[in-house]
């Protein structure tokens, strides 16, 4: 896959499946913008990793609408242009509802509902206004396994996951006319620094007898499908959801 010449917008990647969607973006000719909320030091160091001139970051908070509409203005403004955004930030935040009390439970909610589904709602509002007036582009949402399957202990995320698939599938069809192509990816759990440090020996264990590869997905292979969906051979592939899970959640 080619991306020269293509200006991509990635949030949340500064590390895990973000930091590997911008390398391979950056490997493919793609100028890549990196959203990050808080860790410069992080994203400095993906920034350094990128292939080509040209790469920059962009530290907003995506959960805020001014830092919203700032971080598209800010991109466009450096490139000129918007051809892919790619919406990968997101919280995971566990709320078993037999185990929290009320004020943790609606805030659980809250916030997860804020940073997975009203901020990609919103980024892709503002980038397909873009879009519009520049003849098209791209925008591809990283959902969830938990989307199809439940989180019994993180319903948030699992619900926030749901309606950006719809969202998705919902934007696919209204924006076909104007050249923009929606997609979404779901992945199940993938290996990154950030995850292997919350697993236990017995969780990390349970995940790898989920999938008869007896192993979870990689980064860059979550990273491949979302690159398949930007690509210019995908149109037709617009509104589709490509589970990246080893087969350990089938859905008909």
């Known amino acids: 896959m080619n991306f020269t010449g293509k200006n991509v917008l990635i949030t949340g990647g500064s590390r895990g499946i973000g930091k590997a969607t911008a390398l391979a973006f950056a490997k493919a000719g793609a100028m890549v913008g990196i959203n990050y909320k808080s860790n410069t030091e992080k994203a400095k160091e993906t920034l350094d990793l990128l292939k080509g001139e040209g790469h920059k970051l962009f530290q907003y908070n995506i959960s805020s609408r001014e830092d919203q509409q700032a971080l598209i203005q800010d991109f466009i403004k450096v490139y000129g242009k918007l051809d892919i955004l790619v919406n990968n930030a997101g919280i995971s935040i566990p709320h ?26 919103n980024l892709s509002y503002l980038a397909a206004k873009e879009m ?3 003849g098209g582009g791209r925008i591809v949402n990283v959902s969830s396994r938990g989307a199809f399957r439940g989180e019994p202990t993180k319903p948030a995320y699992g619900a926030s996951k749901a309606a950006l698939n719809a969202m998705s599938q919902s934007l696919a069809k209204r924006l076909a006319p104007y050249q923009i192509y929606v997609g979404a990816v779901a992945p ?5 620094d950030m995850g292997a440090k919350t697993l236990t020996p017995v969780e990390r ?3 790898l007898r989920e999938s008869p590869f007896k192993r979870m997905a990689q980064p860059e292979e979550v990273a491949h499908a979302v690159l398949f969906l930007a690509s210019e051979g995908a149109a037709y592939s617009s509104g589709a959801i490509i589970d990246v899970n080893g087969a350990s959640y089938l859905r008909s």
């Open 188 to 192: 199940g759990f993938t290996e990154t």
């Open 205 to 207: 264990e349970n995940l």
């Open 132 to 134: 519009i007036s520049t």
């Open 96 to 121: 078993d509802i037999d185990d929290v009390d009320f004020d943790d439970w609606s805030r659980a909610w809250e916030q997860t509902l804020q940073t997975n589904l009203l901020a990609p709602a």
